[in-house]
T-cell receptor, first 109, second 115 residues
Framework: GQNIDQPTEMTATEGAIVQINCTYQTSGFNGLFWYQQHAGEAPTFLSYNVLDGLEEKGRFSSFLSRSKGYSYLLLKELQMKDSASYLCAVIGGTYKYIFGTGTRLKVLA | DAMVIQNPRYQVTQFGKPVTLSCSQTLNHNVMYWYQQKSSQAPKLLFHYYDKDFNNEADTPDNFQSRRPNTSFCFLDILSPWLGDAAMYLC??????????????FGSGTQLSVL
């Protein structure tokens, strides 16, 4: 079967660092995406990993371990506007994007 | 700016009354997708088009159909909506590169209510 697991909710303080984990079990693997989704809005692209290791993009970094079926999104210097849901998505086959239910992040002042 | 546009932003329909949601894109992407997302749930793929080739997910109800008359436009038809179809409907596109693994560009979504 196809399964993607993320924590449902996380809380962190403005200026802090938070790590959002994602584990997956899929019948194929063509890469893993992270998307940010503010309430009532469409998801927006954050990062893409297809090889093992860390990809850094400003305040956001994403890590992948294919052998462990594991990824994380690291957010540094948290800002209030980072309060959103963060969706992990795996491409299990050609054009088959499988989304996790998302992690709702609350950033507190 | 090139983008994916969905209309309307909010749609209210009645139980059993057919409704059509529309999506257009200026990105000239080959692949277009329709996702259904219910509150606090993952987006669920309903179907996708690769050019004019239609690909239906096995668990997409027959009540949902789609049309793609040209590269730019794609429509989602809900033939007989029921309360369980109330959700956000997201249109997305991606650029075909031969890997089937390009990022998705989403429209702003249509929030459907069924009364």
């Amino acid at each position: 079967g196809q399964n993607i697991d993320q924590p449902t909710e996380m809380t962190a303080t403005e200026g802090a660092i938070v790590q959002i984990n994602c584990t997956y079990q899929t019948s194929g693997f063509n890469g893993l995406f992270w998307y940010q989704q503010h309430a009532g809005e469409a998801p927006t692209f954050l990062s893409y990993n297809v090889l093992d290791g860390l990809e850094e993009k400003g305040r956001f970094s994403s890590f992948l371990s294919r052998s462990k079926g594991y990824s994380y999104l690291l957010l540094k210097e948290l800002q209030m506007k980072d309060s959103a849901s963060y969706l992990c998505a795996v491409i299990g086959g050609t054009y088959k994007y499988i989304f996790g239910t998302g992690t709702r992040l609350k950033v507190l002042a | 700016d090139a983008m994916v546009i969905q209309n309307p932003r909010y749609q209210v329909t009645q139980f059993g009354k057919p409704v059509t949601l529309s999506c257009s894109q200026t990105l000239n992407h080959n692949v277009m997708y329709w996702y259904q997302q219910k509150s606090s749930q993952a987006p669920k793929l309903l179907f996708h088009y690769y050019d004019k080739d239609f690909n239906n997910e096995a668990d997409t109800p027959d009540n949902f159909q789609s049309r793609r008359p040209n590269t730019s436009f794609c429509f989602l038809d809900i033939l007989s909506p029921w309360l369980g179809d109330a959700a956000m409907y997201l249109c997305a596109t991606s650029r075909e590169t031969g890997t089937g693994a390009e990022k998705l560009f989403f429209g702003s979504g249509t929030q459907l209510s069924v009364l």
